[in-house]
Structures are given as C-alpha cells and as structure tokens.
C-alpha cells in the first residue's frame, strides 16, 4: 500500500510554494520523494527551498510574478528545464484576495484576482498539459476553494475565480483523461493563513464560521499534505475532474 504513495523518482512544480498552504504541500511532494521547482515572488522562497535542501530533499527555486503573462511562460520553462525536461505533477497555488464591498470593488484589484487566481493558473495547466501528454500522463492538482461552492462577502473576484478554477478542472479532465492526464483540485476551507488575516481580524465574521466548523479550529498548510500526496499519486489514478472540500466539516453543517 505504502507503494502506491510514493513519489520517488517523480518531477514537480508547485506554484506558490511559498505560500503558507503551497510551502506544507511542496515539503509534502518532497517527503514522499519528488524533485520539487517552487514559483513564487516571495521573498521567503529561498529559505524556504534551502531548508528542504538541507534535509536531504532535492528543491529549487523559481522566481517569477505570475501577473505577467510572459513570466508565467518563462517561469515553467525554466522550471522544467531544471527538471531535466520532465514533469510528472503540477500543483498550482497561487493567489491573492482583495476585500471591498461589491459596489465599490475595483476594476483594477478585479483584474489582478483574476489574472494570478484563475488566468495563470490556467496558463501553467496548460503548459504542463503539452509536457505530459506526449509523456504518457501526469497529475495535476488546483488550488480551490470553499468560494468555488458558495458566494463570498466582500470578495466578487476572488469568488469568480475560484468558481472558475473549480469548473475550469472539471473541463480539463474531460478534454485530457482519456491523454493520460488526471486534473483536480483541492478546495480548503478557512484556512490561518496571510491570505485571511482580514477574515480572522473580523470578529463577527470570524465567530460566523467558527460556529460552522465541526472541527472547531481553522486548517493550515499541514491538513493539505495528504490531500497533496494523494492526487499526486498513483493511488488517485482513477480520480479525475474532482473538486475535493478539506474543510474541518465546513461545507456539511
């Protein structure tokens, strides 16, 4: 059993890897035994990547501003270059979040959410797809949502973003299974990370969804480690198009 879980000899990408969910599901990929490139414009990345080097894992960095278009593509060549020309997983976990009552949201912040939340996510999927077909397959993981179920406060882009991304994997794994391709995504719930600090700030809000969480406590890069390592696997062989909640129980009260 302990066979169908392991990663060794595996190549990855993980974009965002630095952040706070992406950095416990890069150390995840690596700990099972994959050869790990991080994107991100992170300042932490380094450090980051330097200490999975330091315990004996095989990791490198990449850093691109995955709002720009042209560094989106050079940002995966470069990372799969350092892979030796392989990639057997993508995970992408990028993304930022604008907070502005919907009347008054910004053109601006509503571009930007969907250019890193939904548009790159897209443009590494597809990428990746014209590595791994003529490969024979490969496994790729998107970074949902509880946004990709339910609406928002406050939050109109990222909202639409991660519907997308969760209808966006649907589409990609009819149009790529039968090519050997298995494409799903994970969707945390509230999760303590940079990305909610607003969220958690808020009183009222923060006790709202406290009070629906079964588990009593919000998640963090670890509960996506195992998530990670299965889709990444060939234990989820034959999982395809799924959007997979990780939510402490959230989305069942």
């Known amino acids: 059993m302990n066979d169908m879980f392991d990663l060794t000899g595996k190549k990855a990408i993980v974009v965002g890897g630095a952040g706070d969910l992406g950095s416990g599901m890069m150390r995840a990929l690596a700990e099972a035994g994959a050869e ?21 894992y095989k990791a490198y960095a990449v850093k691109a ?15 799969l270059q350092m892979l030796g020309g392989r990639l057997d997983i993508l995970i992408n976990s990028a993304g930022i979040q604008r907070r ?22 897209f443009l590494y999927c ?7 077909i003529p490969q ?25 973003a991660k519907g997308g ?6 589409t990609l794994s009819n149009d790529w299974a039968a090519k050997g391709i298995n494409v799903n ?40 480690k195992g998530i990670a390592v299965f889709l990444a696997s060939r234990a989820s062989d034959y999982v395809n198009g799924a959007v997979i909640p990780v939510d402490g129980g959230f989305l069942g009260r």
């Open 36 to 56: 790990v490139v991080c994107i991100d414009f992170s300042e932490t990345m380094p450090q980051l990547v330097k200490a999975l080097n330091n315990d004996g």
């Open 65 to 79: 501003d995955i709002s720009k278009r042209e560094q989106v593509r050079s940002s995966y060549h470069e990372a």
């Open 100 to 121: 502005y009552p919907s009347e008054e949201f910004p053109e601006k912040d509503w571009d930007e959410v969907l250019e890193i939340n939904l548009t790159a996510l």
């Open 126 to 132: 597809q990428l990746a797809a014209n590595t791994m």
């Open 136 to 160: 024979g397959g490969g496994k790729i993981i998107n970074i949902a949502s509880m946004q990709s179920f339910i609406g928002g406060v406050t939050i109109p882009a990222y909202a639409a």
């Open 165 to 170: 991304v969760g209808q966006l994997t649907k």
């Open 185 to 224: 995504a994970i969707a945390p719930g509230y999760m303590d990370t940079r990305l909610n600090t607003g969220l958690i700030a808020n009183k009222v809000r923060s006790a709202e969804i406290m009070t629906r969480i079964p588990q009593k406590r919000w998640g963090n890069g670890d509960d996506l």
